[in-house]
């Protein structure tokens, strides 16, 4: 049984990763599922929070600020941006579903009380990285360059046939600017979903090497090594990255077996 797959399940909360179960400090994951009117309450504590609107539409109370109706997408497939929610330490939540929806709660410790804000999709920055079969399409939520005291948070959708992630690179040494330290989950989404991606995670002396298929709505935790993402002929992926550590900078080290692939991708 794989240490670093943690399989969906059915009800509200999809999947859940705490610091306490991943064994880890920083990142903290969970994804939900809510009917129309069901909604998710819970105090911050000492750490910070990215909400994303996956899909449909929710209202956010945060504190004393509120936003009503947020959300835009049907399928995170779509070729759009989705809404986000930066709330801070010590803040009160309710997230209420307009309609039914699925939202992600990115988790972070945090010591600065800023203000809660939100992160409308205008203000996301997209991208492409890669090229030929190792083309990807990225969408920057809540990067190093934006206000927060740990939270990295950024999805990804490779098509199919695809590998992402790749070539294999890591981000587990606080030796930075070369590379930095940082936990990482994997929230992975498949269309048609009841497809399937695989995903491996090794360290240079092996003392991690699992090869893990992942299916729709699974998460993978990356405490450290490489991590590549290969998508199979006929099905489209997409994964919601959490990453967090002591420096909030994204600073990564390719496998050295595979730096050739740096030629042609």
């Known amino acids: 049984m794989s240490q670093l797959l943690l399989k969906a399940r059915p009800?509200?909360?999809?999947?859940?990763?705490?610091?306490?179960?991943?064994?880890?400090?920083?990142?903290?994951?969970?994804?939900?599922?809510?009917?129309?009117?069901?909604?998710?309450?819970?105090?911050?504590?000492?750490?910070?929070?990215?909400?994303?609107?996956?899909?449909?539409?929710?209202?956010?109370?945060?504190?004393e600020q509120r936003w009503e109706a947020i959300g835009n997408l049907a399928s995170?497939?779509?070729?759009?941006?989705?809404?986000?929610?930066?709330?801070?330490?010590?803040t009160q939540v309710c997230i209420t579903a307009v309609s039914a929806a699925e939202v992600a709660l990115c988790s972070a410790p945090a010591t600065?009380?800023?203000?809660?804000?939100?992160?409308?999709?205008?203000?996301?920055?997209?991208?492409?990285?890669?090229?030929?079969?190792?083309?990807?399409?990225?969408c920057?939520?809540?990067?190093?360059?934006?206000?927060?005291?740990?939270?990295?948070?950024v999805e990804v959708i490779t098509p199919s046939g695809h590998s992402s992630s790749y070539p294999p690179h890591k981000h587990d040494s606080d030796n930075v600017p070369l590379e930095s330290s940082l936990e990482e989950t994997?929230?992975?989404?498949?269309?048609?979903e009841q497809g399937f991606a695989y995903q491996r995670v090794y360290t240079d002396d092996r003392s991690i090497d699992e090869a893990m298929a992942v299916e729709n709505h699974d998460v993978v935790m990356v405490p450290r090594g490489y991590h590549p993402v290969t998508v199979p002929y006929g099905y489209d992926g997409y994964y919601l990255n959490v990453m967090a550590g002591p420096k909030r900078v994204w600073h990564f080290k390719n496998d050295p077996a595979h730096a050739w692939l740096m030629q042609s991708t």
């Open 140 to 153: 920057d939520i809540l990067p190093q360059t934006a206000e927060a005291d740990g939270l990295l948070v």
């Open 11 to 63: 009800g509200s909360i999809i999947v859940e990763v705490t610091p306490a179960s991943a064994g880890w400090t920083h990142v903290g994951f969970a994804a939900h599922r809510l009917a129309a009117g069901e909604a998710v309450k819970l105090d911050t504590g000492k750490r910070e929070l990215c909400i994303v609107v996956l899909t449909g539409t929710l209202t956010v109370q945060a504190g």
């Open 76 to 90: 995170v497939f779509e070729d759009r941006s989705p809404y986000a929610v930066y709330v801070p330490l010590e």
């Open 186 to 192: 994997y929230y992975h989404r498949l269309n048609p």
């Open 112 to 138: 600065t009380h800023r203000p809660a804000r939100l992160i409308d999709p205008s203000s996301m920055t997209r991208s492409v990285r890669g090229k030929g079969a190792n083309t990807r399409y990225v």
